[in-house]
Structures are given as C-alpha cells and as structure tokens.
C-alpha cells in the first residue's frame, strides 16, 4: 500500500460526503472555482472558526480529517 493512495484529500472528504463542488460551494457562500482551486492545490481555504466548522459539517469530517486534507498538496 502506498502512502500516496492513503493521502487524505479535500475532493476525497467531499466525495465521500456525496457532494458536488457546487453543493460545497453553496453551503459556505463561495463558488465552485474556488472549491475547485482548494483541491488543485491552487489556493487553500482562509477560513473563520465559524467557516471551518460549518466546512466540517458540510463534508461530514472531523478536526483532524479536514487539517490532514489541507495539509496536504495535490500530486500533479
């Protein structure tokens, strides 16, 4: 098993949810692109307590789950 496949990734907790990019998007206030670039590795989320909480309920993950998947960068 490599770590590499083991890599926890934005786009793999919002899959597991069951959600678009769009549906994430819309559930904290910004749009598809930018959830888009979170994943790419192109920008990464700047958000409040309240924001990264309300992310956490969106994608249905816990502190450490979200922190591990914004750890990381995308491999190109």
Do not use: Y
Request: hydrophobic content about 30%.
């Amino acid at each position: 098993m490599s770590e590499e496949k083991d890599q926890l990734t934005l786009a793999k907790l919002r899959k597991r949810a069951g959600l678009t990019q769009r549906q994430v998007a819309d559930g904290l206030g910004i749009t598809n692109k930018t959830v888009s670039e979170w994943e790419r590795g192109i920008g990464e989320p700047h958000l409040t307590i309240s924001e990264t909480q309300r992310l956490m309920d969106i994608l249905q993950c816990t502190f450490e789950e979200l922190l591990e998947a914004t750890s990381q960068r995308p491999q190109k």
